[in-house]
């Protein structure tokens, strides 16, 4: 478990690219206020809050102003600088991020060769832009940061590093069995990783396939990115999102995963995504106890 290690509370508050909107909300509401740093101060850590806040690229950046991928990147750079920031202050970063596609710059923030990717999430965010029927860059990070796509425009996040397969755990992954016409998105790539999905929670039970994945990773490596999708969650219990579908796992099995991998890794950054405050006024108190038990699991960088 963790160490009483410093926190750096890290807002992102976009969604495909734009401000203050729908799943970018959420960390506004979940930071801006400071009832949630508040709350960790009450349990007596050390916490800091830093934004991203950059929109756009600036005219002198070579980029094209305006489009949706010049932002993400822009978005993602400052983040993985924020993030470095943190863990070089010897402090633990946790981010609060509208979409998933912020974890890119989250893994080149970290710094670290060798260390592996805990993915907790509904979909396993692995699609291309050749296999996608959208184009919907949220559906592309894992594939990204697993080196299979966008090659030219991830090397532009300084500390960007390939986590390969073999050091992935994706955790969730509900929505590929709920039937095509109940599904928000048209959309089923092959997860990526080790995978403790509800086939392999109904051989193994959810803490025994998640026991088996993570011994697994410890094989490969002692530290870890931890990313949490929240539309994971059964819409039933709390409602993330407006794209969630039904089925899911319960806030304890949520909970149980990040102790879980707590106790086996050096986590060097948590990440909570998808959380739109519109939908279900559960949720707040639901991120509280997610994010807590992160800090938990938080050790000072070494």
């Not at 050390?46 to 806040?53: A, L, M, P």
């Not at 050091?167 to 998105?185: C, K």
């Amino acid at each position: 478990m963790g160490d009483d290690a410093a926190i750096t509370l890290i807002g992102v508050p976009y969604s495909l690219g734009e401000r203050n909107v729908s799943m970018g909300r959420g960390p506004t509401v979940l930071l801006e206020d400071e009832r949630l740093a508040a709350r960790l101060r009450a349990l007596g850590r050390d916490v800091e809050v830093r934004w991203v806040d950059r929109d756009d690229a600036e005219p002198d950046e070579g980029l094209a102003i305006g489009d949706v991928m010049t932002k993400h990147l822009v978005q993602n750079r400052q983040l993985a600088e924020l993030v470095a920031q943190a863990r070089a202050a010897g402090r633990a970063p946790i981010v609060l991020a509208g979409n998933c596609s912020s974890s890119i710059g989250v893994a080149s923030g970290v710094r670290r060769e060798g260390f592996g990717l805990v993915w907790i999430d509904a979909h396993p965010d692995s699609e291309t832009p050749e296999t996608s029927l959208t184009g919907l860059f949220d559906g592309m990070p894992v594939a990204t940061i697993a080196g299979r796509c966008w090659k030219a425009w991830r090397e532009q996040i300084p500390g960007f590093r390939v986590v390969p397969e073999e050091r992935i755990v994706t955790v969730g992954l509900h929505e590929r069995y709920v039937p095509a016409d109940r599904r928000p998105y048209l959309y089923d790539a092959e997860p990526l990783g080790t995978l403790v999905d509800p086939p392999a929670v109904a051989r193994e039970g959810f803490g025994g396939a998640l026991d088996a994945a993570l011994d697994g990773l410890a094989e490969r490596t002692d530290a870890v990115y931890l990313h949490v999708d929240v539309d994971v969650l059964d819409p039933r219990e709390a409602n993330a999102s407006r794209y969630t579908a039904e089925g899911g796992l319960s806030v304890s099995q949520v909970v149980e995963a990040i102790e879980a991998v707590g106790r086996r890794f050096d986590v060097l950054a948590t990440s909570f995504a998808d959380y739109d405050p519109d939908v279900d006024p559960r949720m707040a108190a639901v991120m509280a106890r997610l994010v807590e038990a992160a800090a938990g699991t938080a050790r000072a960088p070494a």
